[in-house]
């Protein structure tokens, strides 16, 4: 049950990531503005630290012998995050992102739990804080961006 658990919890990750990477992609190339240089710049290092994400849960994976999805079909019956769809302003891509990001620290938080004190796999849990410290970074400042707290 532990080994489904853990499975179950890295693949949604694993998808989340490669629709957030895509996501990502759209809008540094779509982004207009007077922000332009800043999120053109800003999307490029989020995708590619999205990137690292994605490769670092599907290793766990393989090294629990798990399978990790591997395809844009099992990403998008896995994930948890909507894609981007169209071109938008560039505030909204930042909002759009930090509703993503938020869903993606409030799952891990959970995941986090679940793998300490269910299915007693505390490396995959370090694994998951490391990222959500990432996470939670970004979208503090994010919401600097936006003048939000």
Request: charged fraction near 35%; avoid cysteine.
């Amino acid at each position: 049950m532990a080994h489904k658990q853990t499975t179950e919890i890295l693949n949604r990750h694993v998808a989340n990531w490669n629709v957030m990477f895509v996501k990502l992609h759209n809008y540094h190339w779509y982004v207009k503005g007077p922000d332009f240089f800043t999120l053109h710049e800003k999307f490029e290092e989020l995708y590619n630290e999205s990137a690292e994400h994605i490769d670092e849960l599907a290793e766990r994976l393989l090294a629990l012998k798990g399978k990790p999805i591997a395809s844009m079909k099992g990403y998008l019956e896995k994930t948890t995050l909507d894609e981007a769809e169209g071109e938008i302003e560039a505030k909204d891509m930042v909002r759009a992102l930090v509703k993503d990001f938020d869903k993606i620290s409030n799952e891990l938080k959970e995941d986090i739990e679940t793998l300490e004190d269910d299915a007693d796999d505390e490396a995959t849990a370090d694994m998951l804080i490391g990222i959500r410290q990432s996470v939670e970074k970004h979208n503090w400042m994010m919401r600097a961006y936006l003048g939000e707290k």
